[in-house]
Every structure is written in structure tokens, then in C-alpha cells.
């Protein structure tokens, strides 16, 4: 299998900064790489597709790169939604795993 | 716009199996990949398995032994099975679609289901 491995695991941030948030793929996943939202209590959200294509409805300020075995989601400018948890899943082969997630806390 | 309503039993005793329907609404069941996901108290999400309109599956492996997905296009409905069920089982299970035909992440989910596993 697939593991992902997503870093920082928390991350303390400031409304207005402007936050990374990274992937790694034990190995190349070409870029099929998903990120989601997930506030408490709810579904996830689906921000990102095939690492940088940005689903409708999403906004602007959310943007995924890279390929291969290395990937970021970054939020340009943190806006007071924003603070919830981000999940990448590969969906290059099965099983479609999920990184561990990482929490966006208000500093 | 599809929307996705699931339901089964919340509470289940060790050895029981889990049983869990999701509906399809307002979207055809062919062509698209059909997701069952969970995600234990405090923890992240875990990918169960899937199934297409034509019932091909995929299962992770750590759970294959124990799933059963199944599908019915009559209905527009997919069922996930869960055997041999432990207190490790306990979760939030919620059924989802891709965001479109063929590979595609996780785009449409149902409002998810708690399901506690408890003698």
C-alpha cells in the first residue's frame, strides 16, 4: 500500500497568513492527489483535485501543488472559516489511503 | 444535484455484523464509483472500499475479509457489510461519490452514520 504522511500534524496560524500544508507519497502517485476540509461533525469538504485543479465553489485562496511523491496545499490569506482539519488521500492506487490529517488552529 | 442519504443500525454487540444503505438521488448510478469511508472518534479517515455500477469492487486490505460492498441499480441504492464487528469498529461511517465518471476522488457524501460497537 500507499502510505501518506502529512506535515505539520497541528499548525497555530493567524488570520491573514498565509499557511502551507504538505504530502509525501511513499511513492510516485503521478498526481493524483486529493485535499479535503473537514470541520467537527461534518463530511469533508473536497478543496483540491489531481493536486492543483480547484473544485467549483471553492475559493481562490486555496491552491495545490506538485507531483510525484511531494505535494502542498496552501491558503494564501487564512480567512476565520479556514480553521478545521486537512486530509490529502491518493487516489493513484488502491487503497485509496488518507493522510493523518492536520489540524489549523487559531494562534 | 446528486445528494446521498444513508441509514443502518447505530448500535451493535461485539461478533454482530454491521449493515449500513446509501440512496443515490438526482444523479444516474452508471459510470461513477460508489465509496464507503469511516472514521474512528478523534481520528482521521479511513477508505473502506468501493463498487461501480456493474459491481466490481475494491476493498482495503486491512478490512477485505471482513467487507461486503454490494450494489442495487434498481434502487439506486449501495450497501456496505461489516462482519465479525469489535469495539475497533466504532466509527462514523459515511457513503460517497466521486466527483465524476471513472477515477475520481470523493466529491459527494451522505451526512454520515455513528455506529457503536459495545457488549
Known amino acids: 500500500d500507499i502510505q501518506m504522511t502529512q506535515s505539520p500534524s497541528t499548525l497555530s496560524a493567524s488570520v491573514g497568513d498565509r499557511v502551507t500544508i504538505t504530502c509525501r507519497a511513499s511513492?510516485?502517485?503521478?498526481?493524483?492527489l486529493a485535499w479535503y476540509q473537514q470541520k467537527p461533525g461534518k463530511a469533508p469538504n473536497l478543496l483540491i483535485y489531481?493536486?492543483?485543479s480547484l473544485e467549483s465553489g471553492v475559493p481562490s485562496r486555496f491552491s495545490g501543488s506538485g507531483s510525484g511523491t511531494e505535494f502542498t496545499l496552501t491558503i494564501s490569506s487564512l480567512q476565520p472559516d479556514d480553521f478545521a482539519t486537512y486530509y490529502c488521500?491518493?487516489?493513484?492506487?488502491?487503497?485509496?489511503?488518507f493522510g493523518q490529517g492536520t489540524k489549523l488552529e487559531i494562534k | 444535484q446528486v445528494q446521498l442519504q444513508q441509514w443502518g443500525a447505530g448500535l451493535l454487540k461485539p461478533s454482530e455484523t454491521l449493515s449500513l444503505t446509501c440512496a443515490v438521488y438526482?444523479?444516474?448510478?452508471?459510470?461513477?464509483?460508489w465509496r464507503w469511508i469511516r472514521q474512528a472518534p478523534g481520528k482521521g479517515l479511513e477508505w473502506i472500499g468501493e463498487?461501480?455500477?456493474?459491481?466490481?469492487?475494491n476493498y482495503n486490505p486491512s478490512l477485505k475479509s471482513r467487507v461486503t460492498i454490494s450494489v442495487d441499480t434498481s434502487k439506486n441504492q449501495f450497501s456496505l457489510k461489516l462482519s465479525s464487528v469489535t469495539a475497533s469498529d466504532t466509527a462514523v461511517y459515511y457513503c460517497?461519490?466521486?466527483?465524476?465518471?471513472?477515477?475520481?476522488?470523493?466529491?459527494?457524501w451522505g451526512q454520515g452514520t455513528v455506529v457503536i460497537v459495545s457488549s
Open positions: 460517497a461519490r466521486g466527483r465524476t465518471v471513472g477515477i475520481s476522488p470523493p466529491r459527494y
Open positions: 438526482g444523479e444516474s448510478f452508471s459510470g461513477y464509483y
Open positions: 463498487i461501480n455500477h456493474s459491481g466490481s469492487t
Open positions: 511513492q510516485s502517485i503521478s498526481n493524483w
Open positions: 489531481q493536486a492543483s
Open positions: 488521500q491518493q487516489y493513484n492506487s488502491h487503497p485509496y489511503i
